[in-house]
């Protein structure tokens, strides 16, 4: 017979992302529709380890759908992954009688999840994080925000790149991956896009600016990810240089093209969360919900085609790292042939769409 739950925990963990707290408010509404008490762990698994609760009831959770960062707050918490840290967590959902976990987070939130369920505690994931970096799901709660507080800053780059006719390299978050960096360049029009996922030609990208400043174009964007930290500034740095040199050359001043470099670090994780992101934080923490008081547990909710679906958190780590590359010996071997098919035509046909994005992009800029 299927387990009762009466009591369960909610947690935000890792980087904050637009979109939590509408999350965190999904579940509560849910979970208390069905009639089962809410807890609010504060602080991640932090909070879990100190015994630092609150109970979330619906008036508690009013006015949160429209909330930036998380109200539960997040950390990335070291402790809980030892072993003496894990215990201590169990121990207080035990005094508290919490029968199961919803983890809102992003990969490292994820393993906290499978902790939890192998020592009993059921727990499904829920991802958050702008990082869009969850390879089984086609989107993650926050990065939409995160998108469109980037391509609003880099719009007014724009402005005033085009008044002085300057060029802006503008290096944007998103961690390994860059699904925020080649977005919001072919959302900006940018003239390129850095990625880790495809290699960058700086000789040809900064013959193309030479040849469309010949061609009269006054302003140009370049997106970056963060993933290449010191090279942003350095383009910027190296494309003012040759420009510099090739309009002396020709005593041409038009042929410069003062590059100037700006960081977006974390205002790209801030600001409230788009529609967007509140429709799929609401359906993701009400699937959590019913996936738990169905019985199950160490699943991730995932959005497939438009879809809100399930899978096992394993699965989609071994997702995550067949798309990167970093499968280590055995960790396909729980899986049949037919199932590891299927995982490749998945990492295939996502990588496909990248690939024609990033074509399109370059077609595009010029
Ligand atoms: O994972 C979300 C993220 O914002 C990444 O894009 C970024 O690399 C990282 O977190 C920054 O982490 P922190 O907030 O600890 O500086």
Known sequence: MAQKFRKIGVLTSGGDAPGMSAAVRAVTRAAN?????????????????????IELTNREVSNKIMLSGTFLYSDRCLEFKEEEGMQKA???????????????????????????????????????????????????????TAMTTVIENVDRLRDTCESHARLNVVEVMGRGAGDITLNTAIASGAVAAVIPEA???????????????????????????????????????KITAITKDLAEKEGNDRLWVESKFCRLAHTVRGGSPTLADRLLATKMGVR???????????????????????????????????????LKPGMTDAYTA????????FIAAKKAEFEKNYAMLNELAD
């Open 33 to 53: 529709a069905r009639g089962v008490q809410v807890m609010g762990i504060i602080g991640g698994y932090r909070g879990m380890i100190h015994d630092e609760m």
């Open 90 to 144: 169990i121990a207080t959902l035990k005094k508290h009688d919490i029968d199961g976990v919803i983890a809102i987070g992003g990969d490292g939130t994820f393993r906290g999840a499978t902790d939890l369920s192998v020592r009993g505690i059921p727990t499904i994931g829920v991802p958050g994080t702008i990082d869009n970096d969850i390879t089984a799901s086609d989107n993650t709660i926050g990065f939409n």
């Open 338 to 345: 037919e199932q590891l098919a299927e995982m490749e035509a």
């Open 199 to 237: 290699p960058f030609d700086e000789e040809a990208c900064i013959n193309k600016v030479i040849r469309l400043r010949r061609e009269g174009k006054r302003g140009f964007l370049i997106i970056v990810s963060e993933a290449f930290p010191t090279l942003g500034e350095e383009l910027a740095k």
């Open 288 to 326: 959590a919900v019913d996936e738990l008081l169905a019985g199950n547990s160490d699943l991730i909710i995932v959005e497939r085609a438009g879809e809100i679906t399930t899978c096992g958190i394993r699965w989609s780590q071994v997702l995550d790292r067949m798309y990167k590359g970093t």
